[in-house]
């Protein structure tokens, strides 16, 4: 059983950054790919950014391409998501899930951890 605990949520001016942490336990996070969520209110959670095991393919949503970021340390058993250039409609719960293999897709998840609040003021 894995558990994953996001941090580095909060509220930014529009044009800003924020780097969103994963912190795994219960397991080896280098056994999973990792991804990013969003869901903001009212609406689905849909697919931010994932990174395959060995950090060698990474996936991204045409509306973060370019400003966002995802990474992993393995040897702490983190994923990271680089926010840069924040729009107000970043603004989401920010979730972190693990799968068996690279996915984009919510269902795939295998864990996920509660989320982190991204508020992004115009």
């Known amino acids: 059983q894995v558990q994953l605990v996001e941090s580095g949520g909060g509220l930014v001016q529009a044009g800003g950054s924020l780097r969103l942490s994963c912190a795994a336990s219960g397991g080896t996070s280098s056994s999973y790919a990792m991804g990013w969520f969003r869901q903001a209110p009212g609406k689905e959670r849909e697919f931010v950014a994932a990174?395959?095991?060995?950090?060698?393919?990474?996936r991204y949503a045409d509306s973060v391409k370019g400003r966002f970021t995802i990474s992993r340390d393995n040897a702490k058993n983190t994923v990271y998501l680089q926010m840069n250039d924040l729009k107000p409609e970043d603004t989401a719960v920010y979730y972190c899930?693990?799968?068996?293999?690279?996915?984009?897709?919510?269902?795939?998840?295998?864990?996920w951890g509660k989320g982190t609040l991204v508020t992004v003021s115009s």
């Open positions: 899930g693990a799968s068996t293999l690279l996915t984009t897709q919510k269902n795939d998840m295998d864990y």
């Open positions: 990174i395959s095991r060995c950090s060698g393919i990474t």
